[in-house]
């Protein structure tokens, strides 16, 4: 057991000295998923350090990493392009997305509408995680989107569309858009107030987890209305990630969507900086919080390789220390003051190869009982490699810490998904909040590869290893996996996406 969170620990430790030894490249990722070549988020290695994937402050710059005289002889021809890497010589060439040809896009049969700038298409994904405890409650313990175990799951029916407001700098532009989900994956992207009396399901059901406005002058951008955090690395929509499973820090850690306004202004080529007034986490009215938060943002392109991100987010939060575990009910003692911080680092080694760092640090006063602050923190790294057009490998690492136990476990009902069922909680037992109180730290190692069938269809495959080290405070001393028998696991995760 030693030698397994030895080995996470140097996984880790090998993503942030590898961002550091080749200091050059963070990143900042773009709003508009338009960004993509096939309209949605590809491998991280296909897009610049200055935009990664999905709706965050943090994206991935264009890096042109060419041969020069100083390593012109460890400089190989890829056709496209060539590589110069000191330590790795001549690494196997990659190529781009789109040498595959076109993808079939929705937004090609709107043509008046994509010709002044609207965006329109979606996807469908579909998964299956094989786990070999074979667990009794079918769950993969605090594993979420992917959270059912040996388990057909239609996760996601996503569909969107807008457009963007496009100043380019000078004059006035407006913009808008609209995000729809239907599946399972809608349980974790609903806000308190708004999808509350939707009359979802205990696993099917459907979210509106973006709805705004968008007003541009100059360099100020201003979003009105319902829009993703911009906290963190990972973002809503499973089709905008590498990986199928989400990380801790992003399902336990951040917010998913705020209500309110935010705005960014840009200060120069490099810099851009952001702030806005919330109803606080993944609420849209007073039904979670009645209380008004606050978003400040900061996102530094060092250079065309490299960018680094900040968001911080605070403001008074529910104490959650009065839920009723007798019924569906959420008692609410008081609200006090939370904040999350989050900062990622964003490097491009080369055309093809991609490493990112991601920490958090989040605290609540008086969260569980009157007097004990919660707070929870990590670090999440990544490694991406494009081997050929069709197929991509990523590496995943993930340290983190919930001190306090009162982050990770129990998610369900909630204020938005109020007949919603997962881990420790069953609407038809009326049994809820079993699987909480994991004073300690959770590990993940996960590798896998995504395959490009077509330009519109795609598959992955995640092997994931979680450890739990830590206490467990709860009535029944039940541990995270295996229907509370384990303190480990080991799965694999597939899905297909189809994208339109």
């Not at 610049?48 to 994937?53: I, L, R």
């Not at 469908?124 to 313990?141: I, K």
């Amino acid at each position: 057991m030693k030698l397994t969170k030895l080995a996470i620990a140097a996984a880790a430790a090998w993503g942030l000295c590898a961002a550091q030894a080749f200091a050059q490249e963070p990143q900042a990722q773009s709003a508009s998923y338009a960004t993509d070549y096939y309209y949605t988020q590809p491998s991280p290695s296909d897009q610049s350090a200055a935009v990664a994937p999905g709706n965050k402050m943090v994206q991935a710059p264009s890096c042109d990493i060419g041969c020069t005289s100083v390593c012109d002889d460890k400089c190989c021809d890829c056709g496209h392009h060539c590589r110069c890497l000191d330590w790795l010589n001549c690494w196997p060439c990659g190529c781009a997305l789109s040498d595959m040809g076109d993808a079939c896009a929705l937004a090609d049969h709107f043509c008046c509408f994509k010709e002044r700038g609207g965006v329109i298409g979606g996807w469908l994904a579909q998964s299956y995680v094989w786990n070999p405890y074979q667990p009794e409650d079918r769950f993969n313990g605090p594993m979420t989107w992917t959270d059912r175990a040996n388990d057909y799951q239609m996760n996601e029916l996503y569909f969107y569309a807008g457009r963007a407001a496009n100043t380019e700098g000078c004059g006035f532009d407006w913009g808008w858009r609209v995000d729809s989900i239907y599946g399972t994956n809608y349980r974790w992207n609903t806000s308190g107030g708004f999808e509350t009396n939707f009359g979802n399901g205990q696993f099917y059901g459907w979210a509106i987890p973006q709805v705004y406005a968008e007003t541009a002058y100059n360099d100020l951008s201003i979003k009105w209305g319902r829009f993703y955090s911009p906290v963190g690395y990972y973002v809503v929509g499973q089709a905008n990630n590498f990986f199928p499973v989400l990380p801790y820090t992003f399902q336990y850690g951040e917010p998913f969507t705020h209500t309110g306004a935010l705005a960014t202004y840009k200060l120069s080529d490099s810099l851009t900086v952001g702030g806005g007034i919330t109803h606080g986490w993944d609420a849209s009215d007073n039904t979670a919080n009645p209380h008004a938060g606050g978003l400040a943002t900061a996102t530094w392109t060092i250079d065309e390789c490299r960018s680094l991100a900040y968001v911080g987010v605070f403001g008074p939060e529910p104490n959650l220390s009065g839920v009723n575990p007798a019924d569906t009910s959420l008692g609410v003692v008081g609200y006090t003051t939370r904040y999350l911080q989050t900062l990622v680092y964003i490097r491009k080694f080369s055309d093809d190869i991609t490493g990112v760092v991601q920490s958090d640090f989040g605290t609540q006063e008086d969260a569980i009982v009157p007097g004990e602050p919660a707070r929870w923190y990590g670090v999440n790294t990544y490694l991406y490699w494009n081997q050929t057009c069709r197929l991509q490998w990523g590496l995943n690492a993930e340290w983190f810490r919930d001190q306090g136990g009162y982050r990770v476990g129990s998610l369900f009902p909630s204020f938005g998904s109020p007949n919603a069922s997962g881990l420790g909680s069953d609407q038809s037992t009326g049994t809820f909040f079993t699987r909480t109180g994991y004073d300690g730290s959770f590990y993940r190692v996960m590798f896998g590869p995504k395959y490009y069938f077509t330009p519109n269809i795609y598959g992955r495959a995640a092997f994931a290893w979680d450890l739990y080290d830590g206490d467990v405070n709860n009535a029944g001393n039940l541990k995270p996996f295996d229907n509370g028998l384990r303190e480990h696991q080991e799965v694999m995760a597939f899905d297909v996406i189809a994208t339109f």
